[in-house]
Structures are given as C-alpha cells and as structure tokens.
C-alpha cells in the first residue's frame, strides 16, 4: 500500500534503534511468532509461523504473481488494491482477483482513499469496479496522509472527513452486505481515529518496527501489515506481509461476523 517518506523514514530509524539496542523475541497475544531477526538490511519485526493465519496486500508494483506459488507458501488470504479516488483502476486489478480464486487464495479487494474526492464517488467507484463476490473478505479502506501525492495532499478537518469516510462505509457495506475494515498508518490513526472514532468497525494496522499495541494502544485489532519488505513464493521483490490477530477458529468466526445484511438486490 502507498506509504509517504515521512513515514517510511520514520520506520526506518524506529527499526534502526530497535537493533542498536539489541532484537529480543517479540510474541502476539494470539498468534506463534519466532524471534525477530535482520536479514541484509531489511529488519523483521517478527517470522511466519506456520500455524499463524498470514496474508498478503498486493497491487501493480508486485507485477506478474504466480498465485499457486503464493498459495503453497502457507498464504491464506490477499488483499489486492482495486481502486483509488474515483477515476483510477489498478492495472493488474482483475488477473491478481481472478487469479488468488482460481488458485484458492481467499482474497478481498481494497480502496485507496483520495482525500480530494467525496466519500460518495470513491464508494460508487469500488462498486463499479469490484465484483459483488460473498466469498470474497469484506472490503477494505485504505486511507492514509498523502504528502508525497502529486495532486492531492490535503488533511481535511475530522468532522467533514469522518462524514466522508461514514459515508463510503454505509453504501460498501450495504452494497456487498459485509461490514468493510479500516486499514490505517500510525500517523493517520493518532491524528484521526485516535480519539475512538470508527471503533465499531475492524481495523488493519501498519506498524513495522514495533507490535501493535505500541503504536495503537489498547485499540483492538484485527490485522497486522508487519512488514513491507517480506519474501513470499510467487512474487519475484519485496511483500507486504500480514497477519490476522488470532487463530484459524477466530479467522474464520470472524468471517462469518462480516456478514451483516444480505447484499443489495440489484445487479450491475
């Protein structure tokens, strides 16, 4: 998922300390974790653990993927980026989407948010775009600052932006009958969600020097980008990789909890 270079520089001097100070073995409350480690120059908050339920978020900058590859390296969901704003398609949007299913990849599709368009035309975009699937995961808000967007760099106050994030969230959900998720940046969360503000819906946290409860506090969670530098089978450069906040029994309680009313009648 974009990333601005404030933050990324930011990630890159809390990942830097962390090894200056010396890597102990990080653990989550509900899913195994191995003991953190440094690769080359890339520093891993945690491992994958065989029995954690792990993921992927991918778009055109993974290029071509081989999703039986990704599928045989203990990859259970993908979220693919679908859209963004409300002219914008990615481009590798519907081979990643077909191709996760064919290969048995549970998979959902994510929006990213462009802070210059109104909640409403970002929502009839995704619907536009994306396929109403029910076996597809609920779908996913990506919104973040963008400083280094060339066209949009602007913070709305949190009254307007939160009526336009409500706004996308009450057509996708009733549209797809599946509660969406948040996924958030760590400035973004502390300047906007802190506050309490969208607690009844999931949220997907990026935090990549440190676990989630450092960075988000007592804010309950559901997934976790933990790094943006993972290898996985099938994707020839760096990953984005997740995981879900519990075992394969609440992976799939929450599922069946995404599903809060049934889909609008009427077909594309």
């Given at each position: 998922?974009v990333?601005?270079?404030s933050?990324?520089?930011?990630?890159?001097?809390?990942?830097l300390?962390?090894?200056?100070?010396?890597?102990?073995?990080?653990?989550?409350?509900?899913?195994?974790?191995?003991?953190?480690?440094?690769?080359?120059?890339?520093?891993?908050?945690?491992?994958?653990?065989?029995?954690?339920?792990?993921?992927?978020?991918?778009?055109?900058?993974?290029?071509?993927?081989?999703?039986?590859?990704?599928?045989?390296?203990?990859?259970?969901?993908?979220?693919?980026?679908?859209?963004?704003?409300?002219?914008?398609?990615?481009?590798?949007?519907?081979?990643?989407y077909?191709?996760?299913?064919?290969?048995?990849?549970?998979?959902?599709a994510?929006?990213?948010?462009?802070?210059?368009?109104?909640?409403?035309?970002q929502?009839?975009?995704?619907?536009?775009?994306?396929?109403?699937?029910q076996?597809a995961?609920?779908?996913?808000?990506?919104?973040e600052?963008?400083?280094?967007?060339?066209?949009?760099?602007?913070r709305?106050?949190?009254?307007?932006?939160?009526?336009?994030?409500?706004?996308?969230?009450?057509t996708?959900?009733?549209?797809?009958?599946?509660?969406?998720?948040?996924?958030?940046?760590?400035d973004?969360?502390?300047?906007r969600?802190?506050?309490?503000?969208?607690?009844?819906?999931?949220?997907?946290?990026?935090?990549?020097?440190?676990?989630?409860?450092?960075?988000?506090?007592?804010?309950?969670?559901?997934?976790w980008?933990?790094?943006?530098t993972?290898?996985?089978?099938?994707?020839?450069?760096?990953?984005?990789?997740?995981?879900?906040?519990?075992?394969?029994?609440?992976?799939?309680?929450?599922?069946?909890?995404?599903?809060?009313?049934?889909?609008m009648?009427?077909?594309?």
């Open positions: 998922m990333k601005s270079r933050f990324a520089f930011r990630s890159a001097v809390l990942a300390s962390a090894l200056l100070v010396g890597c102990s073995a990080l653990s989550m409350d509900d899913a195994p974790v191995r003991t953190a480690t440094r690769k080359g120059a890339d520093f891993e908050i945690r491992q994958p653990s065989k029995t954690a339920v792990e993921g992927i978020d991918v778009s055109y900058f993974q290029e071509a993927v081989n999703w039986n590859a990704v599928k045989g390296d203990n990859i259970r969901f993908a979220y693919i980026k679908a859209t963004e704003g409300g002219d914008r398609v990615d481009q590798r949007f519907a081979d990643n077909v191709g996760a299913a064919e290969a048995g990849v549970l998979r959902g994510y929006h990213f948010w462009y802070h210059c368009r109104s909640g409403a035309e929502a009839a975009w995704y619907i536009q775009n994306v396929p109403r699937d076996s995961l609920p779908p996913v808000l990506d919104i600052w963008t400083p280094t967007s060339p066209t949009c760099t602007k709305p106050p949190a009254a307007q932006l939160h009526a336009d994030m409500q706004a996308f969230l009450d996708v959900e009733a549209y797809y009958g599946k509660r969406p998720v948040i996924y958030t940046t760590i973004f969360f502390e300047d969600l802190a506050d309490g503000a969208f607690s009844n819906y999931p949220l997907w946290v990026r935090s990549t020097a440190a676990e989630p409860h450092e960075r988000y506090g007592s804010r309950p969670w559901h997934f980008q933990y790094t943006s993972g290898r996985v089978a099938g994707i020839a450069g760096k990953a984005d990789r997740n995981v879900f906040n519990g075992s394969e029994a609440a992976f799939q309680q929450f599922l069946a909890g995404s599903n809060v009313a049934p889909a009648v009427a077909e594309r």
